[in-house]
Nanobody
Framework: VQLQASGGGAVQAGGSLRLSCEAS????????MGWYRQSPGKERSSVAA???????NYTDSVKGRFTVSRDNAKNTWYLQMTSLKLEDTAVYYC?????????WGQGTLVTVSS
């Protein structure tokens, strides 16, 4: 299974970006589809996730600003990021976990500037 993350880029504080993670097979094979991020000098941490049943969860710092969603037909899940802050700058990784194992995308860089 391969995951292809895309959508990162440079944006000013307060702006928006949408990240995409396209899987090489049906996302019904995943129990949880998520997004993680890693800033320089910090550990990779969970940002948001959506389960196969549509349940979502978010780390506190992004609640109300980020939305995770999926499109089963496109085998893709998304992270819509709004009201971006400087501290959201990181490499964002998508993650899919299910009975086939746990898989990571290659990471996409999000840079938020003032």
């Amino acid at each position: 299974v391969q995951l292809q993350a895309s959508g990162g880029g440079a944006v000013q504080a307060g702006g928006s970006l949408r990240l995409s993670c396209e899987a090489s097979r049906s996302i019904f094979s995943f129990d949880v589809m998520g997004w993680y991020r890693q800033s320089p000098g910090k550990e990779r941490s969970s940002v948001a996730a959506i389960t196969r049943y549509g349940t979502t969860n978010y780390t506190d710092s992004v609640k109300g600003r980020f939305t995770v969603s999926r499109d089963n037909a496109k085998n893709t899940w998304y992270l819509q990021m709004t009201s971006l802050k400087l501290e959201d700058t990181a490499v964002y990784y998508c993650n899919g976990a299910g009975f086939l194992g746990t898989y990571w995308g290659q990471g996409t860089l999000v840079t938020v500037s003032s």
